[in-house]
């Protein structure tokens, strides 16, 4: 766990994360990030279907990517790759509910790619 500088004057800790209670889901690349703003704890989730070695230009964003927030029990996507489906609103209060979700949500993916 590392503490990372921020440029959010309300901020008070952002942590990074390689791994952890996200770890299982099945992406080739997956980042998160928890932010503590006045006390209250918000999760973002990076996730692309492509190794990040493989992103056009290093880009993140030019991959088949999701960014999530988890926060008060609910999953959203905040932005998206074109090239993937709408991923709904959900309720998940834990990590592994998480995880259930975004495997879920993935595997939908993968089963219209053929």
């Given at each position: 766990?590392?503490?990372?500088?921020?440029?959010?004057?309300?901020?008070?800790?952002?942590?990074?994360?390689?791994?952890?209670?996200?770890?299982?889901?099945?992406?080739?690349?997956?980042?998160?990030?928890a932010?503590?703003?006045?006390?209250r704890?918000?999760?973002?989730?990076?996730?692309?279907?492509?190794?990040?070695?493989?992103?056009?230009?290093?880009?993140?964003?030019?991959?088949?990517?999701?960014?999530?927030?988890?926060?008060?029990?609910?999953?959203?996507?905040?932005?998206?790759?074109?090239?993937?489906?709408?991923?709904?609103?959900?309720?998940?209060?834990?990590?592994?509910?998480v995880?259930?979700?975004?495997?879920?949500?993935?595997?939908?993916?993968?089963?219209?790619?053929?």
């Amino acid at each position: 766990m590392k503490t990372m500088a921020t440029n959010l004057s309300t901020a008070v800790t952002t942590q990074a994360f390689n791994s952890g209670a996200y770890g299982a889901i099945t992406a080739s690349f997956v980042r998160e990030l928890a932010v503590k703003l006045e006390g209250r704890s918000t999760t973002f989730l990076d996730i692309s279907l492509e190794a990040s070695h493989s992103w056009p230009n290093g880009i993140f964003q030019n991959s088949r990517y999701l960014q999530l927030v988890l926060r008060d029990g609910c999953v959203q996507a905040i932005t998206k790759s074109y090239k993937l489906p709408t991923f709904r609103k959900t309720k998940a209060a834990t990590p592994e509910a998480v995880v259930k979700v975004v495997n879920r949500y993935l595997a939908r993916v993968a089963e219209m790619e053929g």
